[in-house]
């Protein structure tokens, strides 16, 4: 069984920042590709940064300059350092990890952490 640990969410006010962490084994940060995804209310799930190949990232172009992800091989744990943090951030931010056998994409998602930007 896959588990995907996050933590590091709450409220914070418009212009700050918060760090998230995923937690996982080394099983799945080894051959998973990691990455945040997030929902917001009444929104589908969109992805807001991972790694692709290697250390290399992609980022959705509203985090571009202010999100970076990260991550500690030694301690199986991936980060999302988020700074200038605006309203429209407010969401459900979940941890995946992802791989493709043949041709089926297998997905695992942790459990969520939800962060609130309000003054």
């Known amino acids: 069984q896959v588990q995907l640990v996050e933590s590091g969410g709450g409220l914070v006010q418009p212009g700050g920042s918060l760090r998230l962490s995923c937690a996982g084994s080394?099983?799945?940060?080894?051959?998973?590709?990691m990455g945040w995804y997030r929902q917001a209310p009444g929104k589908q799930r969109e992805l807001v940064a991972t790694f692709t190949s290697g250390d290399s990232t992609n980022y959705a172009e509203s985090v571009k300059g202010r999100f970076t992800i990260s991550r500690d091989n030694a301690k199986n744990t991936v980060y999302l350092q988020m700074n200038s943090l605006k309203p429209e951030d407010t969401a459900v931010y979940y941890c995946?990890?992802?791989?493709?056998?043949?041709?089926?994409?297998?997905?695992?998602w942790g459990q969520g952490t939800q962060v609130t930007v309000s003054s």
């Open positions: 995946n990890a992802q791989k493709w056998i043949l041709a089926m994409k297998i997905n695992y």
């Open positions: 080394r099983s799945i940060f080894s051959t998973y590709t």
